[in-house]
């Protein structure tokens, strides 16, 4: 016997109260406009300048528009208003330079004609 049934009952949608928390992010300590970053094309390089000298740059990594990591620059013994990062291989394109402090991580867009 083939029935054909209605089940009014099948699904169901739960609200809670959940102490009234709301989403958020944490702040980066560190403020977007004291880390600048140009690429110079006379030398192929990458320049960043980090005017916070409370949170120095440890690591640079390159990602292209389509989130893969193209390449990864540890910093270290370099002046943090000045740093400099060679690129000769790195092809045209857009990309996102994450650079990570000793608190915080930045993300910034660059193009390289």
């Not at 209605?6 to 699904?11: G, Q």
């Not at 740059?57 to 400099?84: A, M, Y």
């Not at 857009?94 to 991580?105: F, N, P, Q, R």
């Amino acid at each position: 016997m083939n029935e054909k049934a209605t089940f009014d009952n099948r699904f169901v949608l739960r609200y809670s109260n959940n102490n009234n928390k709301t989403l958020s992010i944490d702040e980066n300590n560190i403020n977007n406009n004291d880390i600048k970053i140009n690429y110079i094309k006379n030398n192929s390089i990458i320049m960043i300048n980090n005017n916070s000298m409370d949170e120095p740059v440890q690591k640079v990594t390159l990602f292209n528009i389509l989130g893969q990591s193209i390449s990864t620059w540890k910093i270290e013994n370099q002046e943090q208003q000045n740093i400099q990062i060679p690129i000769k291989s790195i092809s045209s394109g857009i990309y996102i330079a994450k650079l990570k402090t000793s608190e915080s991580e930045v993300s910034k867009k660059i193009i390289i004609p």
